[in-house]
C-alpha cells in the first residue's frame, strides 16, 4: 500500500533535541544569575540543577599542548531544561502521535511523590554509601575538606513507583522505532529524558533500549546516556544507568569517561556514584590529552580558584565551587587514585599542575606527610621538578609560601633541570628575587651538611 506524501510538508515543531535543552537552559540560567556571582548557583538543590563555569573561569591546559582545556567544556556544556513541547519526542516524524500520553506523564512530573519502601525493590540508595578505598592508609591520611563541609550527599531518593508505571505505560504505546532508534544528532529518547532530569522516564528507556543492546548508544559527540546524566548532574539517573549495566568507562569522542567530566564540572554527588559502583572506574583512565581524572579535577579546581582571586572573596558562589571541586580531589585521592601519575604530554603529575597554577589551596592539601614524600616531590616533568616551577611564579603573592611548603617536604634545590638550571637560577631578579635565592641556598647548604652527616655515620 501507498501513502502520498507532500514534500514541502514541514513538521510543526523543531525536534527537541539534547543540544537544543543545553542552549535555552543555559540562556535562562544567564538571565537569572546575579552579577555579582557569575557561576551559576553551587549550593545542593534539586537533581537536575546544573552548575556552569563563568566566563571569567575559561582555563588552558597546562600541560604540553597549548590547546584550550575548555575544548571539555564545548562539547560537554551544561544540560539544559527546555518548556516541555506540544508534541512528544519523536512527535515531529510520521507514525501515530504518543502526544496526549507524554503531555500526561509530564505534567504529573510537578508533584512527585515518592512511596516509601519502593527504593528496596529498584536499585540501593547512596545515602549511607561509605565510598570505596583502594588504599585505607592513604585515605585517612587527608582530612576530608569540601564536601563533608559544603556537598550534603542527598541523593538516592526512592523512584516514585505510580510515576515509573506510566513511564513504562507510555513507552509501550510509542511506537518501535521511536523508543528505540536515533535522530539526526545520534540522539535517543534516553538522552533526552535524561538531560531534562526525567528519572522514571529515563529508566522506562533504559529499559527498553537494554532489551535491545543499545543501552550504550553514543550520540555525534560520542556521549551515552550515563555521559549525558553526569554532565547534567543528575546523580540518581547515574546511579539508575549503572545499575541497569551501562559502561561505566564509556568514553566521548575527547576521550573523556564519567570520571573525567564529574571533577571537571565538580559535581560530588555524580563523582560519588560513580566511585560507589560495581564493576569500579578505572580511575587511571587517559583522555585524549593523556590526562587522568585526578589531573583534570586539579586543572578544573585551578580555574575556579583563579576566578575567585579576579572576582574577590566574596563571590559566595565561586567559593562553594572550588569548595566541591576539592572534594573531587579528595574522593578520588580516597578511592585510590595515584598521586604519582604524570600526564601523557608534558609527564606532570598533580603537584605540578597546582604549582605551576600558583594554586596554593591545592599544594597544601597535597603536600601531607606521606611516604615516600620526597621522592614525590623531586619527580621531574621534562626535566622541571615542582620546585623549578614554584621559582618561575613571578609575581604571584603565594611564591614563597609554595617554595617553603616544598622545601619542608623534601624539594631539593640542587636538582638541575634539561637546561642545567637550579630553581635559584629561575628566580625573578631585584631584591625579592635575592631574598627567595637566599631562603633556597640556605636549604640547600643545610641538606649538604646532613648528607654528610649521614655518610660520617657510616
Not at 126 to 138: G, H, I, K, R, S
Not at 163 to 183: F, N, V
Not at 386 to 402: F, K
Amino acid at each position: 500500500m501507498h501513502f502520498d506524501k507532500s514534500p514541502k510538508e514541514k513538521p510543526c515543531c523543531t525536534l527537541p533535541t539534547v543540544k537544543k535543552l543545553l542552549e535555552e537552559k543555559r540562556r535562562r540560567e544567564s538571565s537569572s544569575v546575579s552579577p555579582s556571582c557569575p557561576a551559576a548557583s553551587t549550593s545542593p538543590g534539586p537533581s537536575n540543577t546544573v552548575t556552569q563555569l563563568s566566563s571569567s573561569e575559561v582555563f588552558t591546559c597546562t600541560g604540553a599542548s597549548s590547546s584550550s582545556y575548555t575544548d571539555m567544556a564545548v562539547s560537554f556544556e551544561p544540560w539544559t531544561q527546555a518548556p516541555e513541547p506540544t508534541l512528544g519526542y519523536y512527535g515531529s516524524h510520521p507514525g501515530p502521535s504518543f502526544a496526549p500520553a507524554f503531555s500526561l506523564a509530564m505534567s504529573e512530573y510537578s508533584t512527585q511523590q515518592h512511596l516509601p519502601g519502593f527504593v528496596d525493590t529498584m536499585t540501593p540508595t547512596y545515602q549511607d554509601c561509605q565510598m570505596p578505598v583502594t588504599d585505607p592508609t592513604l585515605a585517612s591520611t587527608w582530612s576530608p575538606l569540601g564536601l563533608s563541609q559544603n556537598a550534603q550527599m542527598s541523593f538516592g531518593s526512592s523512584m516514585d513507583v505510580a510515576k515509573l508505571a506510566e513511564a513504562r505505560i507510555m513507552l509501550s504505546g510509542m511506537d518501535y522505532s521511536r523508543t528505540t532508534g536515533q535522530d539526526e544528532d545520534g540522539d535517543t529518547i534516553l538522552h533526552i529524558y535524561t538531560a531534562k532530569g526525567l528519572r522514571e522516564c529515563a529508566f522506562a528507556a533504559a529499559e527498553r533500549l537494554r532489551e535491545v543492546g543499545k543501552l550504550d548508544a553514543k550520540e555525534h559527540k560520542g556521549k551515552t546516556a550515563l555521559l549525558v546524566a553526569v554532565t547534567a548532574n543528575q546523580p540518581d539517573i547515574v546511579q539508575d544507568l549503572l545499575s541497569l549495566g551501562t559502561d561505566i568507562n564509556a568514553c566521548d569522542v575527547n576521550g573523556q569517561t564519567a570520571l573525567h567530566l564529574a571533577v571537571h564540572y565538580g559535581f560530588p554527588e555524580v563523582l560519588q556514584a560513580v566511585l560507589s559502583s560495581r564493576p569500579a572506574a578505572n580511575l587511571e583512565a587517559c583522555n585524549f590529552d593523556g590526562m587522568t581524572p585526578l589531573h583534570c579535577a586539579a586543572i578544573s579546581h585551578s580555574a575556579t580558584m583563579k576566578a575567585l582571586s579576579t572576582t574577590g572573596l566574596a563571590d559566595v558562589g565561586l567559593q562553594s565551587k572550588a569548595a566541591e571541586k576539592l572534594s573531587c580531589v579528595e574522593m578520588l585521592l580516597g578511592a585510590g587514585a595515584s598521586l604519582c601519575s604524570q600526564e601523557i604530554k608534558s609527564n606532570k603529575t598533580v603537584l605540578h599542575l597546582a604549582v605551576k597554577e600558583g594554586n596554593i589551596d591545592l599544594v597544601r592539601y597535597l603536600l601531607v606527610p606521606l611516604p615516600n614524600i620526597k621522592a614525590f616531590v623531586n619527580m621531574k616533568a621534562h626535566g622541571h621538578t615542582a620546585l623549578h616551577m614554584a621559582a618561575g611564579l613571578h609575581g604571584n603573592p603565594h611564591q614563597e609560601e609554595i617554595l617553603q611548603l616544598l622545601l619542608r617536604r623534601g624539594a631539593d634545590p640542587s636538582i638541575r633541570n634539561l637546561e642545567n638550571d637550579q630553581p635559584a637560577h629561575l628566580l625573578q631578579s631585584g631584591p625579592r628575587g635575592e631574598q627567595l635565592k637566599l631562603m633556597l641556598k640556605k636549604r640547600s647548604a643545610s641538606s649538604r651538611r646532613r648528607y654528610m652527616s649521614l655518610q660520617d655515620q657510616e
